[in-house]
């Protein structure tokens, strides 16, 4: 069947606006699409083959950022916390994998949000839910909650403010080993983990002071890192706006971002989504959860990748603790036996959100470690390889899940709450993981 950028349009679309005024619709998605991309052709071919490496075990991929990203935090404190933060997992991982680390954030893009139900009520109100920036606006009133198609262009906006200053920072110097400003760790002075860390900080600048005065490497080749963006990729007519043909490649490309993933909720093999994924070159994405069955996922991969390119597909599972052995193992043996081989990457966050007493929103430590953990172990014991993870994070000290070195309760989770939607893993919490996850891969 042919397939067009809108091609999607034919078919089923789960989780989208519903915009009252097609023609504002259009013509935003039109403005859009005449607007310079955020990313190249070049850099979402250099991502698929890095992230083809990672599937055959040779690199780590580290993807993570926030739940829903949020216009008011398109500042530079955050932004630049989210970069540390990312940089500082990737050192860690660096050391425990040996291997290169490939970083994507969640970022410059993750404005839109699936949600459990189409509606929000509060005492007798019932208004639509709240979709993410990109679609509405979070206050409870009818007229915040209308999605507005020129949110999309403020999301757009956003997006490359956000990765433009994220560029600069690391052109600018910003993840240079050398700059021990950059590496310090901003917390808990003195603790095992900061001693730990500035362990591996240390040892690391010394083995690259160390090569580049054996074989004379300029430190500007050790000095610059890549970063990659991702986002779920829902709010289709968002997609399509950016998606294009550029000069002497052949294929589209959505150059919204370098990695877009799809949603289980959005995954229907006849749905709008799939059709709409199965035509663009970017490597992808597709979140795999318990309720994903052998005959789905194999139905997937061959509507998204017939051809079997290396680095093409990346499957990320988020089971739950406890959930791993008896979900994942029968994914892995199905894709197994069709003969592909894909990139295998664990979010530990979504199979593990519970809800306090007081009704918080809330994910403990000690599961995303677990959940962890049990996946390294059983894709070993498969043959298989987990080749990264994939973590809700924020660079800032907020008080969102449970746990970590510094023991936080659910009584702390009334200090330093700020996430609209998921609980993210606090710079710490983060740091802490990927402290963890290497140790765990150094010890096996
Ligand atoms: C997410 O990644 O924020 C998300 C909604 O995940 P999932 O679709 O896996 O629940
Ligand atoms: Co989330």
Redesign the pocket.
């Known amino acids: 069947m042919s397939w067009s950028p809108t091609s999607w349009q034919q078919r089923p679309a789960k989780q989208q606006a519903g915009y009252g005024d097609p023609a504002a619709l259009a013509s935003v998605v039109d403005e859009i699409g005449l607007l310079p991309p955020l990313v190249t052709s070049w850099e979402v071919e250099k991502l698929r083959n890095q992230l083809a490496k990672a599937a055959r075990g040779e690199a780590f991929l580290l993807q993570g950022g926030d ?2 990203e949020s216009f008011e935090d398109c500042r530079a404190e955050p932004i630049a916390a989210k970069l540390k933060i990312l940089l500082q997992m990737s050192l860690v991982l660096v050391h425990g994998t040996r291997k290169q680390v490939i970083r994507v954030g969640r970022i410059a893009g993750q404005y839109a ?1 699936p949600r459990s139900t189409d509606t929000e009520t509060r005492g007798d109100t019932t208004l639509a839910a709240y979709r993410g920036d990109l679609i509405n606006r979070g206050a409870f009133t009818a007229a915040d909650r209308e999605p507005d198609p020129t949110l999309m262009l403020r999301a757009y906006e956003r997006a490359a403010l956000t990765l433009n200053f994220i560029r600069a920072l690391v052109d600018g110097g910003f993840a240079d080993l050398h700059h021990p400003e950059y590496w310090d760790v901003s917390f808990a002075k003195g603790t095992p983990n900061a001693a730990q860390y500035q362990r591996i900080v240390d040892g690391i600048r010394e083995s690259l002071d160390f090569v580049s005065a054996i074989a004379g490497v300029e430190s500007e080749v050790l000095r610059r890192v890549e970063i990659y963006t991702s986002h779920e990729a829902l709010a289709l007519p968002y997609e399509q706006a950016q998606t294009r043909q550029v000069p002497r490649r052949a294929g589209w490309y959505n150059l919204s971002t370098h990695f877009p993933w799809i949603g289980m909720r959005t995954a229907q093999l006849d749905g709008a989504h799939v059709e709409f994924h199965r035509g663009i070159e970017n490597p992808l994405g597709i979140k795999i959860g318990p309720a994903m069955t052998t005959e789905w996922l194999t139905g997937l991969l061959d509507a998204l990748d017939p051809q079997r390119i290396p680095g093409k597909i990346t499957l990320i599972h988020r089971m739950g603790a406890g959930n791993v052995a008896s979900k994942l193992a029968p994914l892995v043996e199905a894709v197994r036996s069709t003969g592909r081989r894909v990139l295998w990457v664990c979010d530990p ?2 199979g593990n959100t519970e809800t306090t007493p007081t009704g918080i929103k809330t994910r403990r430590f000690d599961n995303i470690m677990t959940e962890l953990e049990q996946s390294f172990e059983l894709h070993a014991e498969l043959g298989s390889y987990l080749g990264g993870v994939h973590i ?1 994070l924020t660079g800032e000290d907020v008080t969102e899940c449970i746990g970590g070195a510094r023991g936080l309760t659910e009584i702390d989770l009334e200090r330093a709450y700020k996430s609209r ?2 609980p993210r893993l606090n710079y710490e919490q983060a740091l802490e993981i990927a402290m963890r996850i290497s140790k765990h891969l150094r010890g096996s």
């Open positions: 739940c829903a949000k966050m979504h809700e939607v998921d």
